[in-house]
């Protein structure tokens, strides 16, 4: 791997790994005080969302052109309501009923809604790989909220809701700028998505609606949430993107969940049973699948 590749990668992993860890801190912070998710994606994305404007400036990135044409405008408005706060909203409410490792592997079935959404779209058939890939990793969800049993679930029925439903704006959070992004710096848009969606959950949850229990910890968690995994874990991942190919990225990706779970496990208590622990594996294995290219092809 080249210099330049090796470092493209820790970059990526770096930032997912943030994101991991974002999730689990958003669950230490719902079990120790009465913040509800609303207010913490008002939080996290009104900081979060300054901070990548004020650093795109900075860059000299050009803020305002993507504005200028209204179709690009229209698309980066539902870009910040749907791909961003929604995406955030329901991620953080799926882990609010359920938890953070929860959450963040029914996150990793965002793969298998691109694909489908993909083909349905073009009229094409996967690939047998790609096919292949989202039985397994619905099987793998499958084992993971129900343990194997068909008459009870393991999970919370809402917290399952609001999983898929993550996962669902998580696909449109990667689809829908993409028509941005061939014309605008990537920061730019990010930057944008987050003011959009800062002032859609501001104004359902105002950030100066402060919430009681939060102590000087907690507040460390949550400038971690903003700082680290928001502004400073986009800015590692999308600037790795340049470099490493689409494959690897998404391999990279798999260390969200897999962060997740472990901390989830050493620090919220949290226990696994054998067969929740394959269907795990089973998912990650399925985007491991879907994000594989023939040699020949890449």
């Given amino acids: 791997m080249a210099k330049t590749t090796r470092q493209a990668a820790i970059q990526a992993a770096c930032g997912t790994t943030m994101w991991g860890i974002g999730g689990v801190l958003s669950n230490v912070?719902?079990?120790?005080?009465?913040?509800?998710?609303a207010w913490l994606v008002s939080m996290r994305l009104t900081w979060a969302g300054i901070a990548m404007i004020i650093y795109s400036l900075i860059?000299?990135?050009?803020?305002?052109?993507?504005?200028?044409?209204?179709?690009?405008?229209i698309r980066l408005l539902l870009f910040g309501i749907v791909g961003v706060a929604l995406a955030q909203f329901t991620y953080l409410l799926a882990i609010f009923y359920g938890n953070a490792a929860i959450a963040t592997i029914m996150l990793s079935l965002v793969p298998a809604m691109i694909t489908i959404v993909t083909c349905l779209r073009t009229r094409t058939a996967p690939r047998l790989i790609d096919a292949l890939a989202i039985i397994l990793a619905l099987f793998g969800v499958f084992l993971l909220v129900t343990n194997g049993h068909?008459?009870?679930?393991?999970?919370?029925p809402i917290a399952i809701f609001w999983g898929l439903l993550a996962a669902v704006t998580g696909a449109a959070y990667t689809l829908l700028p993409r028509p941005l992004l061939a014309q605008e710096p990537p920061l730019v848009i990010v930057g944008w998505g987050l003011v959009i969606g800062a002032l859609l959950m501001n104004a359902i949850t105002p950030v100066w609606h402060i919430p009681t229990?939060?102590?000087p910890w907690t507040w460390v968690a949550v400038a971690f949430i903003v700082f680290g995994a928001t502004f400073l874990a986009y800015i590692l991942y999308i600037s790795s993107l340049k470099i490493l190919r689409p494959a690897i990225a998404s391999m990279i990706g798999n260390l969200e969940p897999l962060t997740a779970t472990v901390l989830s496990i050493m620090f919220l208590s949290l226990g696994f049973h054998p067969l929740q622990l394959i269907g795990i594996v089973l998912v990650l294995g399925g985007v491991f699948m879907m994000s594989w290219t023939p040699k020949k092809k890449r």
Avoid: C, D, E, Y
């Fill in 29 to 37: 912070i719902f079990n120790t005080s009465t913040a509800s998710p």
């Fill in 59 to 73: 860059m000299h990135r050009p803020l305002l052109r993507v504005w200028h044409q209204r179709k690009g405008a």
């Fill in 150 to 156: 068909l008459t009870q679930l393991h999970v919370a």
């Fill in 213 to 215: 229990g939060l102590t």
